[in-house]
């Protein structure tokens, strides 16, 4: 069974980093993609970033230049480094994959870690 735990979220101040991390419970190198995503109150969830297994990356263009998407395939772990945050990056962030083919929707991931609290305070 795929499990997807999330972790590294918190309260920081706007201009600060944050690194998250996703522990899955299977090998990850499985996946054609693992992806990022994050939800507002009051907004729509919202596609930050995804990575495939063949290192190819894309970015929702607000954080672009700010985020970096990676994985540690040794570790099974999928990352997301959050630098220069700003307070319109609060959200809840969520891990997301998939052993589709497709990666550009929410639809497309069959699997969903519970997500963690991000909170930029200006």
């Known amino acids: 069974q795929v499990q997807l735990v999330e972790s590294g979220g918190g309260l920081v101040q706007a201009g600060r980093s944050l690194r998250l991390s996703c522990a899955a419970s299977?090998?990850?190198?499985?996946?054609?993609?693992m992806a990022w995503y994050r939800q507002a109150p009051g907004k729509q969830r919202e596609l930050v970033a995804s990575l495939t297994s063949g290192g190819s990356t894309n970015y929702v263009d607000s954080v672009k230049g700010r985020f970096t998407i990676s994985r540690d395939n040794n570790k099974d772990t999928l990352y997301l480094q959050m630098n220069s945050l700003k307070p319109e990056d609060t959200a809840v962030y969520y891990c997301?994959?998939?052993?589709?083919?497709?990666?550009?929707?929410?639809?497309?991931?069959?699997?969903w870690g519970q997500g963690t609290q991000v909170t930029v305070s200006s």
């Open positions: 299977v090998r990850i190198f499985t996946f054609y993609a």
């Open positions: 997301a994959a998939t052993y589709g083919f497709r990666r550009y929707s929410s639809g497309d991931y069959d699997y």
